[in-house]
């Protein structure tokens, strides 16, 4: 019996390796959980085509909208452990959301695995252009004469534009209006309409409305400038300190995959993003590129957990 014991751990070392350089097998899904044709949207198809090239199999996005990204992250995190279904998540639904559900259907630290960071999305602050601001600074001076008067649109209570608005506001010492929206699409439509004055969101949402003119960007809620935006300075930059709040996308896989198929997508992906014609492609979005190791991703998800914790707990926010 010992002699069999010890030949059937043996072919399952043996064949475990196999196993993990055979992958992928069959076709690889990557969640999203947002409708298609919005930003994540597009990172997560950029990346399929290039997967595709890289495993010699189909590479598909499957879009699970719904309840601030909680459906497609449940379904991912309860989906089978082998490398073959993805979810390129933003910091909502595994460092903010965490905080705001009464009841969260997953664990984004223990039900998932790190693959890696994939781009930083500058949170950019824009008013229509013609309005009398031209900087940040500006725009606080007219809320501290009129404190809780001027209506500033986010993409939902809860959501990164709205967590901007709210280090904005503690950064500056000021109150606005928060006029909260169900996504960027009205939120923008009021902005340029002038039923509300201000709002954060995210670059590649806000590029073509800034370039083709009808925004006008007043500052980054971001570490450093956005390279498509080289005149835009930080909201640091203008003496807000403590105001980054970049909406980040990343690539996680349910927590019980195996090591090997692990490395395998992260070396993977990784090089789907530093391909030239995929970095190129984000980089015009208004998106920033920030592949990191398996291990850098998950000290960077445990970190932003607790930062966005933090936030959500000191400005008493809550979702709609």
């Known amino acids: 019996m010992k002699h069999l014991v010890a030949i059937a751990l043996l072919a399952v070392s043996v064949l475990a390796p196999a196993r993990a350089q055979d992958f992928p097998s069959r076709t690889v899904r990557i969640v999203v959980a947002f409708p298609a044709g919005g930003p994540t949207?597009?990172?997560?198809?950029?990346?399929?085509?290039?997967?595709?090239?890289?495993?010699?199999?189909?590479?598909?996005?499957e879009n699970k909208p719904g309840a601030n990204g909680t459906i497609g992250a449940e379904y991912v995190a309860r989906g089978e452990a082998d490398g073959h279904l993805l979810f390129l998540t933003t910091v909502g639904a595994v460092a903010v959301t965490p905080h705001l559900a009464a009841r969260?259907?997953?664990?984004?630290i223990k039900d998932f695995a790190p693959v890696t960071l994939v781009v930083r999305n500058t949170t950019i602050l824009v008013v229509k252009t013609g309005a009398p601001v031209g900087s940040a600074r500006e725009l606080t001076s007219l809320a501290e004469k009129d404190p809780g008067v001027i209506p500033f649109a986010s993409t939902g209570s809860g959501s990164m534009t709205h967590l901007a608005l709210e280090l904005f506001q503690a950064a500056a010492g000021v109150k606005f209006l928060h006029v909260p929206y169900r996504g960027a699409a009205p939120a923008l439509t009021d902005l340029l309409g002038g039923q509300v004055q201000a709002m954060f969101a995210d670059a590649p949402v806000l590029m073509p409305h800034i370039t083709g003119g009808?925004?006008?960007?007043?500052?980054?809620?971001?570490?450093?400038?956005?390279s498509a935006l080289p005149d835009v300075p930080t909201l640091a930059e203008q003496?807000?300190?403590?105001?980054?709040?970049?909406?980040?996308?990343?690539l996680l896989a349910p927590a019980r995959t195996p090591p090997a198929i692990l490395a395998r997508l992260h070396d993977a992906t990784v090089a789907a993003i530093d391909a030239p014609e995929v970095r190129d492609k984000l980089v015009a979005s208004g998106a920033v590129p920030a592949p990191t190791s398996s291990a850098e991703f998950g000290r960077f998800l445990a970190v932003e957990l607790a930062r966005w914790g933090r936030v959500v707990q000191e400005r008493h926010i809550t979702a709609d």
């Open 214 to 226: 009808a925004l006008k960007a007043l500052g980054a809620a971001s570490a450093a400038r956005n």
């Open 239 to 250: 003496g807000f300190a403590d105001t980054v709040a970049d909406n980040w996308y990343g």
């Open 104 to 108: 969260l259907p997953y664990d984004p």
């Open 41 to 61: 949207d597009f990172v997560a198809r950029l990346l399929a085509d290039r997967l595709k090239t890289s495993f010699g199999q189909s590479v598909v996005v």
